[in-house]
């Protein structure tokens, strides 16, 4: 008599494209909206008047848990290229373990001596993604799930951030135990979408054929695809950590942000900008899997990224003129922010090994990429707080917005170039 769990990978591997896409894409997006609670959820908490030597007590918080996080995309690096898919689950539940302790030891020890717990909350669950992802690339329609994945980011990023604030407005919880809270809020849901998402089977055949097949990469495969690419990587790095530092810069003070737009009592106000900025990005992304052509369809990657950083700046600008209101204002950033964000979280890598036939995974360039990224956030709270701790968050993040805008759209259109000529060169030593 066949399990449950088999029944389910038996329809899935026989089921019409679209329901499997459907069923991959909910189990994914539901997944890591389930794990962004056991991180973000603590940025709806300002800490108000805290300080420690001499610091903002959130800022101690944040720089923490991202030193954290970066340090574990370093680690990432090694361990997610490596990762066997058998070991995928295990490994979720693990790092989310880990992450959810650490939210329980932070209530349990008073301030300022829990801003460490901040630190072994990020390390795990900076490896969670290339984790779930391992179940999504190398296949023909990965554009669509690897879209649902990256949306969640935004989704839940405001999803948890108004959790976090009704818990502490109508549940009465502290700003120290609401993480925690949140997390155990969120576990069970988790435990169920992780073993839908397990369920999946192997990319098929044709997906191999389509998307080349995907497999670890040791450390000389790994060096040598990033000597054959490595002016291509400078550029996109680059870009990404701008990218990265601005993203989560509007994630961790997003709740300072609004404060300062005369918004900071409505909890709702996270989700209500968050949602139209999820379907846009959503339909973006997943419309380029009408695109068979991988290198067409890398260089439109590049495109979508170049938009998103122009519309970064003509935000800011608009609304420094006062044509627009806030809450227009933080969409068009966060929509310009995530079409050039989410490309690199599911489908400008994918396109890449697959225009390039190249065998090898995505979660080896994807975690070199955030590895430096989360390093770049870390110095952008570094220089706010030592170079212009008297500037406002408001208009920290508008100067910021400009210059990410600029200097962002400079290093895209670098690596679109190389990209265009590296292929070209290719196909004709390929024939």
Not at 146 to 173: M, N, P, Q
Not at 250 to 264: P, Q, T, V
Not at 341 to 353: A, H, K
């Amino acid at each position: 008599m066949k399990t449950t769990s088999s029944k389910i990978t038996n329809w899935l591997q026989n089921t019409h494209g679209i329901w499997f896409t459907i069923y991959a894409s909910l189990a994914a997006f539901c997944l890591y909206t389930c794990v962004y609670a056991f991180r973000k959820t603590f940025a709806a908490a300002t800490f108000e008047g805290l300080m420690f030597l001499g610091i903002n007590y959130k800022v101690w918080l944040v720089t923490f848990q991202v030193i954290g996080y970066a340090l574990s995309k370093f680690i990432g690096i090694k361990i997610i290229s490596e990762l066997k898919a058998h070991s995928r689950a295990m490994g979720i539940l693990l790092m989310v373990g880990v992450a959810g302790t650490s939210w329980l030891l932070f209530a349990l020890v008073p301030a300022p001596y829990n801003i460490v717990f901040l630190f072994f909350n990020g390390l795990p669950l900076g490896m969670v993604w290339g984790m779930v992802f391992g179940y999504l690339e190398g296949r023909r329609m990965t554009e669509v799930l690897g879209a649902s994945l990256s949306v969640s980011f935004i989704f839940s990023a405001g999803l948890c951030r108004s959790v976090g604030a009704y818990l502490i407005r109508d549940w009465g919880t502290s700003e120290y135990w609401m993480p925690f809270v949140a997390s155990c809020l969120f576990f069970v849901p988790l435990v169920v979408f992780l073993y839908l998402l397990n369920q999946l089977p192997a990319p098929s055949a044709l997906d191999e054929q389509l998307r080349t097949k995907r497999l670890p990469m040791n450390s000389e495969e790994r060096k040598k695809f990033t000597s054959t690419f490595l002016p291509g990587i400078i550029f996109f790095v680059l870009a990404y950590v701008l990218l990265t530092a601005f993203r989560d810069f509007r994630d961790n003070f997003s709740a300072e942000i609004w404060k300062s737009l005369g918004l900071g009592n409505d909890p709702s106000i996270y989700t209500r900008t968050e949602v139209p900025i999820s379907i846009a990005v959503l339909i973006c992304m997943g419309s380029l899997m009408l695109i068979k052509n991988n290198k067409l369809a890398l260089m439109i990657n590049h495109v979508l990224i170049a938009f998103g950083l122009v519309l970064i700046g003509v935000a800011n600008y608009f609304f420094e003129q006062s044509l627009i209101s806030p809450q227009l204002w933080m969409i068009l950033i966060g929509l310009g922010l995530y079409l050039g964000y989410i490309p690199f979280n599911s489908i400008f890598f994918d396109r890449l090994l697959a225009a390039f036939k190249y065998t090898g995974t995505v979660g080896f360039i994807m975690y070199v990429a955030d590895s430096f990224g989360y390093l770049g956030s870390v110095g952008v709270l570094f220089f706010k707080e030592f170079g212009y701790a008297n500037l406002s968050w408001l208009n920290f993040f508008i100067s910021g917005g400009y210059l990410v805008s600029v200097i962002g759209t400079f290093l895209i259109a670098g690596s679109m170039i190389y990209f265009h000529y590296k292929h070209k060169n290719w196909k004709l030593a390929n024939g």
